[in-house]
């Protein structure tokens, strides 16, 4: 019943930073259903596993970092524009990867590691 649609991805130097958007959406979809389900991002490089990188709770009361972004990533959501956000800053190479934005009625925090709904995906890449 969510559809996701990514965008923001692209080429940056090392340092640089980016901020990466994901847009719901679907069938009788309101902007208010946004509150219903915890959002989040995932990425996934060639040859690896895909990770989590961030989350938020339904209300945005809570977010959750993985270890290898804390410090540099900043995830947001604005459920009346029914997009959520993730400021990446201090891009390193290891960031490099296909990102993924994710939807559940589920808050997982940290341990988040699947979703009811995925996006289609947005390059980052990040270049020395």
């Known amino acids: 019943q969510v559809q996701l649609v990514e965008s923001g991805g692209g080429l940056v130097q090392a340092g640089g930073s980016l901020r990466l958007s994901c847009a719901a959406s679907?069938?009788?979809?309101?902007?208010?259903?946004?509150?219903?389900?915890?959002m989040g991002w995932f990425r996934q490089a060639p040859g690896m596993e895909r990770e989590f990188v961030a989350g938020?709770?339904?209300?945005?009361?809570?977010?959750v970092y993985a270890d290898s972004v804390k410090g540099r990533a900043i995830i947001s959501r604005d459920n009346a524009k029914n997009t959520v956000y993730l400021q990446m800053n201090s891009l390193k190479p290891e960031d490099t990867a296909i990102y993924y934005c994710?939807?559940?009625?589920?808050?997982?925090?940290?341990?988040?590691?699947?979703?009811?709904?995925w996006g289609q995906g947005t390059q980052v890449t990040v270049s020395s």
């Open positions: 994710a939807a559940d009625g589920f808050w997982y925090g940290s341990s988040w590691s699947r979703a009811a709904y």
């Open positions: 679907g069938r009788t979809f309101s902007s208010y259903a946004m509150s219903s389900y915890a």
């Open positions: 938020i709770s339904r209300s945005g009361g809570s977010t």
